[in-house]
């Protein structure tokens, strides 16, 4: 127990530096969802076509399943690198940001297909 303390001791800015971390991808993840619920909102109550009411549930569900994974990712990744941050053997999150990236492409990719058909169809 001592031996993990004094780990956590000698790497007191890594590991603040981790949370930090971890915070900021918690804030990314419910600003993604909330893009979700804007999207289903748009034309919940509205004379819009059945082709826009889809591409709305599609980007919130979308929007909603993409942010709760982020904050698991998010999760595991902070404990992955408080492990790491410990043994004093730090490797980059790879995965992550291009599983991010992916999503935030496709998510993009829906939310420009509503708009598309919430202005012109």
């Known amino acids: 127990m001592e031996d993990q303390s004094s780990a956590e001791n000698r790497f007191v ?3 603040l530096a981790n949370e930090r971390t971890f915070l900021a991808w918690i804030r990314t993840s419910i600003s993604i ?42 999760t595991l990744e902070y404990r992955l690198k408080r492990g790491q941050i410990n043994r004093n053997i730090f490797r980059s999150s790879y995965i992550i940001v291009s599983l991010m990236l ?3 492409l496709i998510i993009f990719g829906l939310l420009f297909f509503l708009m598309y058909f919430l202005l012109f169809a």
């Open 13 to 15: 800015q890594q590991h």
């Open 33 to 74: 969802i909330g893009i979700g619920f804007l999207a289903a909102g748009l034309v919940f109550n509205s004379t819009y076509s059945e082709i826009a009411r889809l591409f709305s549930i599609i980007t919130g569900m979308g929007s909603l399943i993409f942010g709760t994974s982020i904050i698991i990712a998010a």
């Open 102 to 104: 992916i999503l935030m």
